[in-house]
């Protein structure tokens, strides 16, 4: 819920959160003034802001919140919030220098400490650094910023402006089968890549595979990949008693008994419901327990 601000406590806000810089934030109001932008009210000021660009429309409604930290990761300014699951918040961001687009997945500090999360999120970062592939998303930079007690894990990554296969299906219906075969091929080719380099993702689904506007599809979620050559005689799946990782709809039989087994057989199953998936709609078993 948006508070009310004067226009200067608004302005305060703002030059604090270090989004405008202040001889900028001075030349866009004096700007504003001239061109007759009425700047009488908070709203109207924040409005303005964002229309010029100074401002992202989450940016604004965080400020507008009374929050004037959390915009920044080290080099990287964050835009907005691309999605939230169980274990990361993905943002959209820019490098404060370069001026490029990146995704930036951030775990939940509160879950730093909480059984295999943190290890889940360092190895994601190491299996995607590890690739190389136009049909995989690529990884930048892995950091941890330390905000007071706090410790802030994130995986700077390609970003990919277009939408999940999922998404596609669930907005616009089943695919040609031309069109959906160009899409699994493409998804095929990054698999191999991440096989050959000794990787299994082991949650390949159609919300794992984006799509650009050029129809160019690539893998997400490294997150649940682990190397063939495991020497770790207690593995993080294992060792947290977690046997089961992937989405149920999409898992290969034996990576639903246990997921510490399966390799690249069961991405290649993952891979087949994802293409059932893209022509009829649905997957192709969506009845029953897990287990069956």
């Not at 699951?85 to 959209?92: F, K, N, P």
Request: proline share 3%.
């Amino acid at each position: 819920m948006a508070l009310k601000f004067t226009v200067e406590s608004f302005l305060n806000l703002v030059r604090q959160s270090g989004l405008v810089e202040a001889d900028q934030l001075n030349e866009l109001l004096a700007g504003f003034e001239a061109d007759g932008v009425d700047v009488r009210t908070s709203q109207a000021v924040c409005d303005a802001l964002v229309d010029c660009g100074a401002l992202t429309d989450w940016q604004a409604e965080k400020l507008q919140k009374g929050k004037h930290k959390g915009f920044f990761l080290g080099k990287y300014r964050l835009q907005s919030l691309l999605g939230k699951g169980g274990m990361s918040s993905v943002y959209l961001a820019d490098h404060v220098l370069m001026r490029r687009h990146c995704a930036i997945k951030v775990l939940p500090h509160k879950r730093v400490n909480d059984t295999s999360y943190l290890e889940r999120f360092h190895r994601e970062a190491q299996a995607v650094a590890s690739l190389d592939h136009p049909n995989i998303v690529r990884a930048y930079d892995v950091d941890r910023e330390i905000d007071g007690s706090t410790e802030i894990h994130f995986l700077v990554m390609e970003y990919v402006d277009g939408s999940s296969l999922q998404d596609l299906i669930i907005d616009s219906g089943p695919r040609e089968y031309r069109e959906a075969a160009e899409y699994v091929r493409q998804a095929a080719l990054g698999l191999g890549h991440a096989h050959d380099a000794g990787l299994v993702h082991r949650d390949i689904k159609p919300a794992n595979l984006l799509v650009d506007g050029d129809g160019v599809v690539k893998i997400l979620d490294l997150g649940l990949a682990r190397f063939f050559e495991e020497t770790d005689e207690n593995p993080i799946t294992l060792r947290h008693d977690e046997k089961v990782l992937g989405t149920a709809d999409y898992l290969a039989p034996e990576q639903a008994l246990d997921s510490h087994q399966a390799d690249a057989r069961a991405d290649i199953y993952s891979l087949g419901c994802t293409f059932y998936f893209l022509l009829t709609g649905h997957p192709p078993f969506n009845e029953g327990t897990l287990a069956q």
